[in-house]
Each structure stands twice: as structure tokens, then as C-alpha cells.
């Protein structure tokens, strides 16, 4: 804008200097024209006022040879004509003194004239000095317009103006050439002193006149050489031309005087064109010639008569009008082609000036056009910074200048680092935490430490993962084998009924329960066993077919989940392949180790089996394939299902009577070998089930232990038996060391409760510890460290531990070592044995129990002569039909109080229960 302000303003100022210097020239223009105007009427009036003071002079009159009569009609024609020319000269010089720049120069010659026409007036006549006199105003003003002539032509102008300047020199030139000729000739021809040297004088103004007119030809302006031709012939002109030619040729053939090289000059000298013709040459043709008549030698005197003199002078004066009106026409011209320069000029100052705005208001336009584009810019990117800010993760587009776009870049840089953030944030949000996008750093120290800790965050997530993938797989594995354990089993079988319900096709389970395991785990130890266990469920993985599963439930019980089956068949067949597989031997120990199988197949044909009895039915079959006979396989038919369906019906009606008080303890005693002397009563459990009488606890026992129910059961005896001993304690019929023996089962001793409830039981009935006595089989010693762990507590409460059917399982004698008990339990039948081997047994039984600490007891002692035997082994108490059968609490109580002593009744009562009374 600054620029564009400079440059309109030097423009401005250029086309300013044009205008003034067009004014400048149509000034000094004016100026040439009222200076020649004025020159023009001096000099008209030197003719007048010399002849009027010549005619004065009588001397002269007489030398001229003019008559009174003439000089009388002369001198009032001059006196007119000097009248007329001063007057026009006092207009010139007027004007002259009001024209710009002229004033001193006009009103020095208005001066001069006054105090030449005063002398003339007061009767001087010393006409030379007042000729000298005119010439000298007439000089300066010719210097003067000179002066103007130049001061017009220095400016810079158009050419047109330039030549039309150059025309108003070349005409002022001619016509003051012209104009001081008729002085000089009229002094040269009178006969007065100084003659001669106007002779000379007019010689060189008739050169110069000659000059002046050859010039004319350069004129430019097509008026002023229209205005020159018609000049060229006026009769005036040609007539004085001719005169004067003539004149000039009769003094060059007469030779001039000598003036001894003093010629004055005029001061008047035409400007002589380049090239110009020295005088004497060739005149150019059309130019003033030599003609009219020719003089002969010219005397002192006139060479031209009076009158001629008379005539030329007047027609002289009508030459220099027809010359000032010339001068007048090129000024005009001029003045004119100046004065279109000028409006050129102005009209160019204008249009630079309304450039110059234009340009001005276009780089303004511009600069705020650019500001407001800035402040947009800006506005946009204040807006897109706020949404930033206010979390929204736009996109920041660069544009604008280049600094608001090295900003929005900036910015942008920040947001796509924002962004990838963001894009890490999500990622791990939606705990894809494998994205690649995580990965990628974010710039900057900030960035770096996000970048930490995101990475930290993924790593400390991954590791949960894997724990709850490590933990998912042990809650649904087996440890030992790998395999799914029994919770997934139900998991899968479930998942299998529902695909087989959708597509209608069959779904299996095979339950394979190991044959003589046991016996491995016995003979070669545990760590064999669980050898044997993994290689069992590699081989089963081999067998299956591709989709089955095999998942083990525990202890040495495997199933194989089997779908989309056509038909039974393909069980049989993948049962005996399984069969095959487990009998192949085992390499763990020095000797092979052989096992087998027993398979039972339960089949759902539709899907909408329950899962669980899916189960139970291939379980139940498995059963019956071992009780059959091991390495078998049994399909669960309607007969299994049967003995299910009676099995169920028999827990709901435990369960029923456990509720509604339908069972009861009866109290078998037991005594001292030695003596026959009560120690006790072992609790049995009876039910008389509402129209089937009795039934046996071997049958329905197995049954509540098939589920929690067993639990309940053994606690209500325990209450039932403690709350019994205690009323009998109170009672006084009982003495203190009577114990009482209760049955816990095996499941019910792997659970922690078991220490609670006995403590529970004892501290509500009153009872000593010492006076319980709780009977559990051996198998619960090798199966569960939990129920040894709680058989340690009970001990510690000051129990008494039973190792009930004591010989049946697979506890050895050297075993009895570590067994937490105080008591073992002689199964009845080695007690019942008729064999002299088994007696054998019986007695080294009882000398190592006796060895480690423990008591011994014989249950099922039916005959005296078991008893004899018994006693005669060191056995140190015994139960059964020989003594009594389980008795109610009643009957106990009345045998008690009614004998005393149990041997004086040999013949017990039958077992109120009605079934195995004594034969
Ligand atoms: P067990 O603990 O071995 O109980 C002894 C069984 O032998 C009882 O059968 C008893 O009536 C019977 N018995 C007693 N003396 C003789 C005899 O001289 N000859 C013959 N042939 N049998 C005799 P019971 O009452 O039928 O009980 C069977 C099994 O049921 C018990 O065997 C015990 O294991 C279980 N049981 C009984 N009551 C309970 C109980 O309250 N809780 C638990 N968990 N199990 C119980
Ligand atoms: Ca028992
Ligand atoms: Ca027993």
C-alpha cells in the first residue's frame, strides 16, 4: 500500500510538473505576444515622432528640400499618425505591464517612451539621440520576448506544442526584423551625421529580415503557414521587398563606406536557421528578390524621393500590422496547442490521480479483504482449538496465510497424537489389547509417558488375563490329566443336548470306571497311580472319534461325551475300542501294570434329557457292568432305568421321613469279653417306611449318600443317639463310661462341618467327649486326607475313632500304625468264618491292634462258640445276636434295669426291626 501510495505520488507529481509547465509556456507565450505587440508599436511610433521632429527642424526641411507648403501638410499628417501611435503604444505597454512576469519590463519601457516623447515635446530635436533612444526600448523589449521565447521553449512540451512555440519565434522573429527596417532606412537616407551607420544598420536588418522570412519556412502549424502564404502577398510586403531588395543591391554594387569595422548592431538579430544561406548566395525561390527599379549611384542625398519615402513609410506601418496580426495567428496557434497540452496534462494528472486512488483503494480492499481472511482463519481455528479442548477430536485443516497454517499444522500434529491416544484408549477399553495401534509411541515427553503407562496398563491387564484364562482352565481342568474336569463335563454334556435337540440327532456318554486301580495305587504307590491315570487319558483321547470328549470326574472315573450319532452302535463299538485301549499294559513299575475298564453307555436320543440324569443313567450302567463282571460294557436299559427311577423314589421318601420323623435309632449293646459287661451301644439307623415295611439301612444308606442327604441323616442320628445316652445318663440307668458308637459316613467326614456338628451335639447333650465313638470305614482313611485331617480334630476333642468293617478293604495291618483311631471294628464276616485261617487272621488282627494302642471289637457274633474264640484271641469286646440285636431305646433301658448282666439271658430277643434276627 505504501508502494502503491508512492508510486501514485510521484505519477501525481509528474503529470503536476506537466500542468504547470503547460501553464508556465502559455504564460511566457502570452508574454511573447504582448512584448511583440508592444516592440510592434514602439516601433511604429519612432516613424512619427522622428518625422515630427525632423519637420521641426528646418535645416533639415530645407536639406530634404521640402516645401513650407508640403512640410505644413506633412507635419499635420504626422502629428496625426504620432498621435495614434503613442496611443497604441501606451495600450501596448499597458497590457504589456499587466501580463505575467512583464511588469517591470513594461513599465521601464512605458518610462523611457514618456521621457523620449517629452524631449520631443519641448522641442528637442537632436534626432538621432531620440532614435538612439527608440531603438535602445525596442532592444530590451526584443530581449525581453527573447527571453520569453526561450523561457517557452526550455518546457518540457508535446511536439506539437514545441513546433507551435518554435512558429511564435520564428514569426516574432521575422516581424521585429521587419518591423526596425523603416527606421533605419529613413536614417540612413536622410542627410544627417550618422548617416552611414543606419545605412549599415539597415543593410544588417535587411539581412536579417531576409533570414527571418527564409525561416519561415519551418513553420509547423498548418494555420500560421496558411496565415504566412496569404502574408507573402500582400502588396505592402511585396512592395517593400521589392523596394528594399532593390536598395540593398544599389548599395552593395556602390560599395559602403568604411565605418572602421564599428558597425554597431541593432540588437535585433533574427535567430539564422541552421544551414541558413549567407547573404549575397543564391536566393531560395519565393523569397523576397531584388526587383523594381534599379538605383544607379546613390548620391548623399535621398535616393528616393520624398513622397516614395512617404509611401513606403506608410505601407511599412501597414507591413507591421499585417506582421503583428501574422504573430498574433501563430500565438493563438500556439497558445492553443499549449493550452491542449496542458488539458492533456490535466486530464493525465486526473486520470494518475484517479489511478493513483484506485490503486490505493484496491490495496486497501485487498489488505482488509487479506485481514478479514486472516481473522477468519484465525476465528475457524479458535473454534476447531475450543472443540479440542472441550474433547472432540477434529481435524485441524491447514489453510490460510502461512503463519495461521504453521499453526494449524502445529495443532493438527498435537491432535493426531491426541487421536492415537484415543484410538489407545479405546482399544484397551474394549480390551483388544492386541491392537497394533498400541504399539505406536506418541510424541513428546508427554506422550512418551502416556505412552508408558498405556503400555503398562496392557502389560498388567494381559497378565490378568492369563490369570483368569490360567484360572479358567484349572477351574474346569483336571490338574493330573489335563483333562475337563466334572464341572465342565456337565458344561459340555449340556452343550451336547442342546446341538442334538436342534439338530435331532443322538447324543452318548460313556462312563468308564478303571477295574483294579486300587491295586495299582496299593502295590506301586500313588505316584505310579497318577501315571497310570495320565496315560489312561491319552490313550482315550486316541480312541475317540474326532469331536468327542473325554473329561475325567475324579478318582478313576472318566466319561467320553459322544454326539451326532445314528445309532447305539457306534457306542458299542468306541466302548470296546476304550475297553481295549485301558487293558493294554502300563510300563511304570518293574512289572507291567494291567487294568481294565468297566464302560457304561447312557444314550439320550432327542437332546431333552436332563444332563445330569444323562449322567447318572451312563453311571448307573457303568455299575452294572462292574457287578457284572469287570471289563464290560452295559448300555443303560429300561431295567437300570427302573432301578434309577426306584432309587429316586426311595431318596424323595427318606428325605420325606428324615422331615416328618419317620426313622428311628436303634441301640445294638456291646460287651466285654471277658465279663459280659455293657461297655455300650452302637446306633443303628431303622425305617419303617409307610407300606413297605422295613427297610434295611444297607439299602436305602447308599442311597442318601448318593447325595447330600446322607449328611442330614448322619446328624440326626448323632443328635438323636447323644440325646439318648445323655437321658439315660440323667436318668442314672447308664454309668458313666457307657459310649455310644455312631455311623458317619464317608462323605460326611470329608466335610469340615463333621467337627462342628460332634461338638455341636456333645456340648447341647452335656456328654463327654470320651463317651462318643464315631465308626467310619477304612476306605475313608485311603481316599480322603480330608477326612483324616477331621478324624485328627475329633480325635483331639477327646472322640473315640472306630475302624468299622475293619479286614473288608485294603488296609493292611502294618497300616494301623498311623491310622488315627482307638478302636478297630472285626468285619462279621471273619467273625462268622468257620475257617481256621480266617481265625488265624482274626488273632493277628488283634495282637497288632493290641500292639499299636487300639481296642478291638467283633461285630455279627452270633454263637457262644465264636465268642469262646473270640475271648480265647484276647478280642476285648463283641457285638451281636449272641448278645442282643439292635434294640429300642425303651427295650434297652427295660433290659438293662430288668438283668444287669447280658450273659444271663442266651437267648436275645429278636431285633425289633424283624429282619437277620437270630437264627
Ligand atoms: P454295620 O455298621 O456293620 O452294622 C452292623 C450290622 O450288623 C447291622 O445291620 C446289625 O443289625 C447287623 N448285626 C448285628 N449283629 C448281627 C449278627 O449277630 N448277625 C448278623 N447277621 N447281623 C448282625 P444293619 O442295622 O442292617 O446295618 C447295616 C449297615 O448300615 C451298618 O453296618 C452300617 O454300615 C449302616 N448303618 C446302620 N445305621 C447307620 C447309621 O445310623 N448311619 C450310617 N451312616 N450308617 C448306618
Ligand atoms: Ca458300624
Ligand atoms: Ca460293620
Same mark, same amino acid.
Given at each position: ?16 510538473? +506537466? ?17 511583440? +505587440? ?151 537616407? &536622410? ?10 544598420? @539597415? ?100 535616393? /528616393? ?6 509611401? /513606403? ?50 490495496? &486497501? ?36 496465510? *502461512? ?58 491387564? *494381559? ?7 490360567? /484360572? ?80 475325567? &470326574? ?50 439320550? *436320543? ?31 436299559? +429300561? ?45 443303628? &439307623?431303622? @425305617? ?41 445318663? *440323667? ?189
Amino acid at each position: 500500500m505504501i508502494g502503491a501510495s508512492l508510486l501514485g505520488a510521484v505519477g501525481v507529481r509528474a503529470r503536476v510538473l +506537466e500542468v504547470d509547465s503547460a501553464l508556465q509556456v502559455e504564460v511566457a507565450v502570452a508574454a511573447v505576444a504582448a512584448l511583440d +505587440e508592444a516592440r510592434g508599436a514602439v516601433q511604429r511610433e519612432v516613424l512619427p515622432a522622428l518625422s515630427s521632429v525632423a519637420l521641426a527642424n528646418t535645416t533639415l526641411s530645407d536639406t530634404l528640400g521640402i516645401s513650407p507648403a508640403l512640410q505644413a501638410q506633412i507635419g499635420v499628417q504626422v502629428q496625426a499618425a504620432a498621435t495614434e501611435s503613442r496611443s497604441s503604444t501606451d495600450t501596448a505597454l499597458a497590457h504589456l505591464q499587466t501580463v505575467s512576469g512583464q511588469a517591470e519590463v513594461g513599465h521601464d519601457a512605458t518610462e523611457r517612451i514618456r521621457a523620449l516623447r517629452e524631449a520631443a515635446d519641448s522641442g528637442g530635436n537632436d534626432v538621432q539621440a531620440m532614435f538612439d533612444g527608440y531603438l535602445s526600448v525596442i532592444a530590451d523589449l526584443s530581449a525581453a520576448q527573447q527571453q520569453a521565447v526561450a523561457a517557452a521553449g526550455s518546457r518540457q512540451l508535446s511536439p506539437t506544442a514545441q513546433r507551435a512555440v518554435h512558429d511564435v519565434q520564428l514569426a516574432a522573429g521575422l516581424a521585429q526584423a521587419a518591423s526596425q527596417q523603416m527606421p533605419l532606412f529613413l536614417g540612413g537616407q &536622410l542627410p544627417i551625421p550618422g548617416a552611414d551607420t543606419s545605412r549599415w544598420q @539597415w543593410l544588417i536588418s535587411w539581412e536579417d529580415y531576409r533570414l527571418a522570412s527564409r525561416a519561415m519556412r519551418e513553420l509547423s502549424q498548418p494555420a500560421a503557414i496558411q496565415a504566412w502564404t496569404a502574408v507573402q502577398d500582400v502588396e505592402d510586403v511585396t512592395a517593400i521587398d521589392s523596394v528594399f531588395a532593390a536598395q540593398a543591391a544599389a548599395e552593395q554594387r556602390s560599395g559602403l563606406p568604411d565605418l572602421g569595422g564599428a558597425v554597431p548592431s541593432t540588437g535585433l538579430t533574427a535567430p539564422r536557421p541552421a544551414g541558413a544561406q549567407p547573404s549575397g548566395a543564391q536566393e531560395p525561390s519565393g523569397e523576397v528578390e531584388p526587383s523594381g527599379p534599379s538605383g544607379g549611384q546613390q548620391a548623399a542625398a535621398l535616393s /528616393l524621393p520624398v513622397a516614395q519615402l512617404i509611401d /513606403l513609410s506608410s505601407r511599412s506601418q501597414a507591413r507591421d500590422e499585417v506582421f503583428a496580426d501574422l504573430v498574433s495567428t501563430v500565438v493563438t496557434q500556439a497558445q492553443a496547442a499549449v493550452a491542449r497540452d496542458r488539458a492533456t496534462a490535466v486530464g493525465q494528472r486526473n486520470s494518475t490521480l484517479a489511478g493513483v486512488l484506485a490503486l490505493v483503494l484496491a490495496t &486497501l480492499t485487498i489488505t482488509m479483504f487479506r485481514a478479514r481472511q486472516v481473522s477468519r482463519c484465525l476465528q475457524d481455528l479458535a473454534g476447531q482449538a475450543e472443540q479440542i479442548s472441550r474433547g472432540q477430536l477434529v481435524q485441524v485443516r491447514p489453510q490460510g496465510p *502461512r503463519e495461521v497454517q504453521t499453526v494449524s499444522t502445529a495443532l493438527d500434529a498435537a491432535v493426531s497424537g491426541l487421536r492415537r491416544l484415543q484410538a489407545q484408549a479405546t482399544a484397551v477399553a474394549h480390551g483388544d489389547l492386541h491392537d497394533p495401534v498400541l504399539e505406536d509411541p506418541l510424541p513428546g515427553p508427554l506422550g512418551e509417558v502416556l505412552h508408558g503407562s498405556m503400555t503398562q496398563l496392557v502389560r498388567a491387564v *494381559r497378565q490378568r488375563e492369563e490369570l483368569k484364562d490360567a /484360572l479358567a482352565q484349572q477351574a474346569a481342568h483336571d490338574p493330573l490329566t489335563g483333562l475337563a474336569n466334572r464341572a465342565r463335563a456337565t458344561t459340555l454334556i449340556t452343550s451336547a443336548l442342546h446341538r442334538g435337540q436342534r439338530t435331532g440327532s443322538m447324543t452318548g456318554v460313556l462312563f468308564i470306571d478303571l477295574d483294579g486301580f486300587k491295586t495299582v495305587n496299593d502295590s506301586f504307590g500313588h505316584a505310579v497311580g497318577d501315571r497310570v491315570l495320565h496315560t489312561v487319558a491319552r490313550r482315550l483321547e486316541t480312541v475317540v472319534r474326532a469331536g468327542d470328549v473325554v473329561c475325567r &470326574l475324579g478318582g478313576d472315573e472318566f466319561i467320553v461325551v459322544a454326539e451326532h450319532l445314528h445309532d447305539e452302535a457306534t457306542l458299542t463299538v468306541l466302548a470296546g475300542r476304550v475297553i481295549a485301549a485301558v487293558s493294554e499294559p502300563f510300563d511304570g513299575a518293574d512289572t507291567p501294570v494291567r487294568i481294565g475298564a468297566s464302560v457304561g453307555i447312557g444314550v439320550s *436320543r432327542d437332546g431333552r434329557t436332563d444332563p445330569d440324569q444323562l449322567l447318572g443313567e451312563a453311571d448307573a450302567a457303568a455299575y452294572r457292568a462292574k457287578a457284572n463282571g469287570r471289563g464290560r460294557v452295559e448300555i443303560f436299559d +429300561e431295567e437300570l432305568r427302573t432301578q434309577l427311577r426306584a432309587h429316586s423314589d426311595l431318596e424323595r421318601a427318606l428325605r420325606a421321613a428324615l422331615a416328618t420323623g419317620g426313622l428311628a435309632v436303634h441301640y445294638q449293646p456291646v460287651v466285654d469279653t471277658r465279663d459280659g459287661r455293657l461297655t455300650g451301644y452302637e446306633a443303628l &439307623l431303622r @425305617w419303617n417306611r409307610p407300606g413297605q415295611g422295613w427297610i434295611p439301612p444297607d439299602v436305602f444308606i447308599p442311597v442318601a449318600e448318593g447325595s447330600r442327604l446322607i449328611n442330614e441323616v448322619d446328624r440326626w442320628v448323632l443328635q438323636e443317639a447323644t440325646g439318648q445316652l445323655a437321658r439315660w445318663r *440323667r436318668e442314672g440307668t447308664a454309668d458313666q463310661h457307657l459310649t455310644m458308637a455312631i455311623n458317619i459316613s464317608g462323605r460326611h467326614l470329608t466335610e469340615s462341618r463333621i467337627v462342628d456338628d460332634v461338638h455341636t451335639v456333645l456340648t447341647e447333650a452335656g456328654l463327654p467327649a470320651a463317651c462318643l465313638i464315631v465308626e467310619v470305614t477304612e476306605t475313608v482313611l485311603v481316599d480322603s486326607p480330608a477326612a483324616l485331617e477331621h478324624l485328627r480334630q475329633l480325635r483331639e476333642l477327646g472322640v473315640q475313632i472306630a475302624i468299622d468293617d475293619f479286614g473288608t478293604g485294603y488296609t493292611s495291618i502294618g497300616q494301623l500304625r498311623s491310622v488315627p483311631a482307638d478302636v478297630i471294628k472285626i468285619d462279621r464276616s471273619f467273625t462268622s468264618s468257620t475257617q481256621s485261617a480266617e481265625s488265624t487272621l482274626v488273632g493277628l488282627m488283634i495282637q497288632a491292634a493290641h500292639a499299636f494302642g487300639l481296642r478291638v471289637i467283633a461285630e455279627g457274633v452270633e454263637h457262644p462258640e465264636q465268642l469262646a474264640k473270640l475271648r480265647a484271641a484276647g478280642c476285648d469286646e463283641i457285638q451281636g445276636w449272641v448278645i442282643s440285636p439292635a434294640l429300642t431305646a425303651v427295650q434297652a433301658t427295660a433290659r438293662r434295669t430288668m438283668t444287669g448282666r447280658l450273659q444271663d439271658d442266651p437267648v436275645p430277643p429278636a431285633d425289633p426291626a424283624g429282619w437277620r434276627g437270630p437264627p
